[in-house]
């Protein structure tokens, strides 16, 4: 403990930098926080901020000289924090017994987490320069010691084959670096692509999940207004945009001194002002506001209130609404416990693996179309009934300004599959196609398969109405000797229907489906699904002359993805409403055959749901 009885920086200094013994001794998860220059360091405020909202835990922050370009030493010091720059790594230095920063700081820190890692910094740590305080942490750290990278950059420096290098070589010279996948997002130069920060929240559940961190008492910190769990940082207004409901440790600065972080940027200051805490997050600070232009609610709505109109408070007495919570709890579950994976689309997802199957009821006439955002039931009906029609041709709803499958029709993703020869839009044997003609050989979207393959939309019909009892009423789009020839293998993949007998004497029978999804994309995919197969189940209960009664939900991989955190959040925070209604505008008879149901066949009533949120879909 004598060690460095030189290291004199006086009385605050001392705290601050302690010897190693330090870190053993106060049971403390000692954290040293570094940026370096990308704008992207404006986030440090937050980021730290949050940090410090959990129990036992000590930062410090290390500023390159470009970092403070966009975080004022002073802002992070007003959370309390130590902040170590280039002009202390040897201000102290007088003989060869003098302790040196760098080194020092290496030995109280029990993991170094660089948030935003800049193209500059990485190349120096890749090839072992010390030029600054950083670098020279960096230089000294423990190859066995962790340490989180956050990269930030431009998409073009960050697909340049330079940063791969780099990192490759970082990943080697320190084997507990962990590299925290950028983003694509809106990057401050006005690109859009790969290479922004992964947001912040998701750095320090990184850091949560790794020490096993746990809030702070709420009473612990009396200054403090909001609340830090995410569950709270909602509030009830769905106005309320993520930055304003951001959890704060301590009391933040003023929020003028943190934009004036930002603002000496040299982009447009407004497009910082004055509540989104990055440029980069512009997509994502949207949420909540605009109603989407696409997403218009044209499906018959009867009786239903103005669906424009966002709730500002839910009274009370408005029921809660168990089974979209049962998603909701969900979603909660993969934020807090989910594996952070790497995916086929580059985004990277939380996920966990088959959770416990949800379960809706279809009885009354009931539909589960969340309301905890508006969902968009044209979309999803469109799509029903593009499948049923066997039609595999995204071009179909792309002219009814439907874009849901654009994404994996386009000539770049058809081409990225080595599907050249075939036309934009053409997906291949996909969900339609399995349905009505399993086993046919498929030419393309155009060609008239009448009568080839097994329809087994029609089997399913024909045992409903003839064999209710059997166990085999299954359509399957699973079918592996076409999967090489679809632009995306299909999702939900199985279902199998069930008739119950009816719950009183005199009564219908009762239909339920049961529908196996390998992989969901919870924020997207999911409450599509769980409408297209209740939409499902009620027509075929419609036309089979049977009640329909329960949707169950059986999922492999159920991931978030991590640019639809932010959103999720905003979601989590709104009360489930009561689900919608739905009838049928004509009679089985009137609709003649299963083929003969129609758009505006379907009525939904009293769907009065919470605002769109704007989620990117990953290609
Ligand atoms: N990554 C990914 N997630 C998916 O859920 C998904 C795919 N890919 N590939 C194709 C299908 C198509 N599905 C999709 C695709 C996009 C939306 C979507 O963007 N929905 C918006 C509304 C879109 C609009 O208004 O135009 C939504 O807010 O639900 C929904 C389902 C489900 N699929
Ligand atoms: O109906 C659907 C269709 C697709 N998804 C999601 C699930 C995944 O996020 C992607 C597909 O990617 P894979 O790599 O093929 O799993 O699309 C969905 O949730 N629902």
Redesign the pocket.
């Known amino acids: 403990m004598t060690l460095h009885a030189k290291f004199s920086l006086g009385d605050e200094d001392k705290s601050a930098v302690k010897e190693s013994d330090a870190q053993r001794t106060d049971g403390k998860r000692h954290i040293l926080v570094a940026a370096t220059g990308s704008v992207a360091a404006i986030k440090l405020v937050l980021l730290v901020n949050d940090l410090l909202s959990y129990k036992d835990v000590e930062v410090q922050v290390v500023l390159t000289q470009a970092a403070r370009t966009f975080v004022k030493v002073d802002t992070l010091k007003a959370l309390g924090v130590r902040v170590w720059c280039d002009e202390d790594d040897w201000r102290n230095w007088t003989d060869k017994t003098s302790p040196i920063t760098h080194i020092e700081l290496r030995r109280w820190a029990h993991l170094l987490l660089i948030a935003p890692l800049s193209a500059n910094t990485l190349a120096k740590a890749a090839n072992g320069l010390c030029d600054n305080l950083l670098t020279c942490l960096i230089r000294a750290w423990s190859p066995n010691k962790p340490m989180l990278l956050a990269p930030a950059m431009n998409t073009v420096m960050w697909k340049n084959p330079i940063t791969e290098k780099h990192l490759t070589t970082v990943r080697e010279s320190y084997k507990q670096a962990e590299i925290i996948h950028p983003i694509e997002k809106v990057l401050a130069c006005g690109d859009i692509g790969m290479g922004g920060m992964c947001e912040w929240r998701e750095i320090v559940a990184r850091l949560v999940h790794r020490f096993d961190l746990q809030r702070k008492d709420e009473d612990e910190d009396n200054d403090n207004d909001n609340d830090n769990d995410f569950d709270d940082n909602s509030l009830v207004s769905p106005i309320n945009d993520v930055e304003v409901s951001l959890p704060s440790a301590r009391k933040l600065p003023k929020s003028d001194e943190v934009n004036d972080a930002a603002s000496t940027v040299s982009a447009p200051a407004a497009t910082y002002a004055p509540v989104s805490d990055s440029i980069e997050e512009a997509e994502t600070s949207t949420l909540a506001k605009a109603p989407n232009a696409t997403c218009e609610q044209d499906v018959q709505i009867e009786n239903g209130p103005a669906l424009k109109e966002e709730h500002t408070s839910i009274p009370d007495i408005v029921p809660s609404n168990k089974e979209e919570q049962q998603y909701l709890d969900l979603i909660k579950r993969i934020l807090e416990t989910g594996e952070l994976r790497n995916?086929?689309?580059g985004t990277g997802?939380r996920s966990i693996f088959a959770p416990p199957q949800l379960r809706f009821s279809l009885s009354n006439n009931t539909l589960p179309l969340l309301t905890t955002k508006k969902v968009f039931l044209r979309g999803v009906l469109q799509e029903l009934l593009w499948f049923l029609r066997g039609d595999t041709n995204a071009k179909h709803l792309t002219e009814k300004d439907i874009h849901i499958w654009d994404g994996n029709g386009s000539r770049e993703f058809l081409d990225k599959m080595g599907f050249f020869d075939r036309a934009e839009g053409d997906l291949g044997p996909v969900y339609g196609f399995q349905w009505r003609h399993f086993g046919a050989k498929y030419t393309d979207c155009n060609a008239d398969y009448t009568g080839q393959g097994v329809d087994q939309l029609a089997q399913v019909v024909h045992q409903l109405k003839n064999n209710p009892n059997d166990r085999r009423i299954i359509m399957s789009a699973w079918n592996p000797a076409a999967i090489p020839q679809m632009a995306?293998?299909?999702?939900?993949l199985l279902c199998q229907f069930y008739v119950s007998a009816p719950a009183q004497p005199g009564g219908r029978p009762r239909l339920s489906c049961m529908m196996y999804?390998?992989?969901?994309?919870?924020g997207?995919?999911?409450p599509?699904?769980i409408a297209?197969y209740s939409l499902l189940t009620h027509m075929l209960a419609h036309y089979c002359n049977y009640e329909a009664h329960e949707f169950i939900h059986v999922m492999g991989?159920c991931?978030i993805?991590i640019d639809h955190i932010e959103a999720l959040r905003t979601q989590l925070a709104r009360k489930p409403l009561p689900f919608p209604k739905i009838h049928f505008r004509r009679s089985p008879r009137e609709v003649g055959s299963i083929d003969g149901y129609e758009y505006d066949d379907f009525v939904v009533e009293g769907y009065n749901p919470w605002g769109p949120i704007k989620m990117k879909?990953?290609v």
């Open positions: 995916d086929r689309t997802t995306l293998p299909p999702c939900h999804q390998r992989s969901a994309d919870m997207l995919g999911v599509f699904n297209s991989d991931h993805y879909m990953s």
